[in-house]
Nanobody
């Protein structure tokens, strides 16, 4: 089974930057490089929402709010089976649990179709 493990959470100050990483494993017939990879977040009292996705060919997709914001950047390393989310100029509203997710390699911006999930990593911006 596909396993996703996030890291990089914690407590950070507003205005700083943060790098979240996701290590993926357990791929069998379909390799990591064939998957869409995504980052989602869930703030207290809110539904989980898609933040950023990246296709097998490293085409980046961002949610409307994140795209306008311009502070988020997703990347992947197919040789290391990792995906990263970089967030600049952190704001208190970024406080959330962030989840790494994976789906087959089509329509990477279709947030509802992600089916493999990590346990999440939480960070607080103060």
């Amino acid at each position: 089974d596909v396993q996703l493990v996030e890291s990089g959470g914690g407590s950070v100050q507003a205005g700083g930057s943060l790098r979240l990483s996701c290590a993926a494993s357990g791929f069998r017939s379909i390799s990591f490089r064939s998957y869409c990879m995504g980052w989602f977040r869930q703030s207290l009292g809110k539904e989980r929402e898609g933040v950023a996705g990246i296709s097998p060919g490293s085409i980046r997709i961002y949610s409307d709010s994140v795209r306008r914001d311009g502070r988020f950047s997703i990347s992947r390393d197919n040789a290391k089976n990792t995906v990263t989310l970089q967030i600049q100029n952190l704001q208190p509203d970024d406080t959330a649990t962030y989840y790494c997710a994976a789906k087959n390699g089509r329509n990477c911006g279709d947030w509802a179709q992600y089916r493999h999930w990590g346990q999440g990593t939480q960070f607080t911006v103060s």
